[in-house]
């Protein structure tokens, strides 16, 4: 009985180590990468500025806004006179607009 158990037991142990050999079979490398797992946060432009791009461009560019350099009170005047003027926004847009404009566009310190 003894003797049996013990064989029966090699034999297991044998058919793993085909089956993880076979598994592991050669010329089939395993993907070096995984697939680029989609991450909204990284690959997207800043939401807030595809708004500025979809709202704030039908009568200049982007890049004029982004040129200029303001507080975030002069910012929401800025975009009060752009909502006055037509621009498309709602007033939680405009919010979100202004504090992404304050942040990127800061005031630049006077030049003493
Ligand atoms: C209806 C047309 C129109 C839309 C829409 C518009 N603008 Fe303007 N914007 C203007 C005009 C015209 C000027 C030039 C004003 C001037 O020179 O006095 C201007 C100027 C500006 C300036 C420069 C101001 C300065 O004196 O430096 C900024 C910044 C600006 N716009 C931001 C925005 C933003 C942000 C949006 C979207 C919320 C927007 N604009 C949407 C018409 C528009």
Request: glycine share 4%.
């Amino acid at each position: 009985m003894r003797h049996l158990r013990s064989t029966l037991a090699f034999a297991a142990l044998t058919l793993a180590g085909t089956l993880a050999l076979a598994t592991a079979a050669p010329g089939q490398p395993a993907p070096s990468q995984p697939p680029p797992a989609p991450d909204a946060d990284k690959a997207a432009p800043d939401p807030t500025l595809a708004l500025i791009q979809a709202k704030c461009t039908m009568c200049h560019d982007t890049g004029f806004i982004l040129q200029g350099h303001h507080t975030a009170a002069d910012w929401k005047d800025l975009v009060n006179q752009m909502v006055a003027r037509g621009a498309d926004v709602s007033d939680a847009e405009a919010d979100q607009i202004v504090a992404y404009l304050a942040k990127t566009q800061p005031a630049t310190p006077p030049a003493s």
